[in-house]
């Protein structure tokens, strides 16, 4: 709804994965991923994307690939000084401030992302080293 507010629209006009030939366009769209590996493939096939009639926004794969792992995200923001920014995190769950959310570095829409509500919760999630 909120996009449609400004004269635009989203929809799904194909399936491709990257190691499939690029589809034509369909008209002067955009093509933007939902998928990490997708933004990946998209990011290394971005030239051929252009040439089937696709706008994309243009990004070197090694830091589309790197975005994708919020791990090293964390690392690439504070190397840039912006690290005061982003949700406050923690390495261990000794100290952290509880409730909070525990999500692995890599993946997608919430999967495995738990609310953790003390060291023990963390610790049965994630098991004791």
Not at 58 to 83: I, Q, S, T, Y
Request: glycine content about 10%; proline content about 7%; hydrophobic content about 40%.
């Amino acid at each position: 709804r909120q996009v449609k507010r400004y004269g635009c629209s989203v929809k799904n006009v194909t399936n491709w994965r990257g190691l499939m030939q690029v589809p034509l366009a369909p008209g002067p769209v955009w093509f933007l991923p939902n998928q990490d590996d997708v933004a990946v493939d998209v990011a290394k096939r971005q030239a051929e994307l252009k040439t089937a009639g696709w706008r994309v926004a243009e990004n070197r794969p090694d830091l589309v690939a790197m975005l994708g792992n919020k791990a090293e995200l964390r690392k690439h923001v504070e190397g840039l000084g912006f690290g005061h920014l982003l949700p406050r995190h923690y390495d261990s769950p000794h100290g952290a401030g509880f409730p909070c959310i525990l999500k692995p570095a890599l993946g997608t829409f919430g999967k495995d992302t738990h609310i953790v509500r003390s060291e023990d919760d963390v610790l049965r999630i994630v098991g004791s080293d």
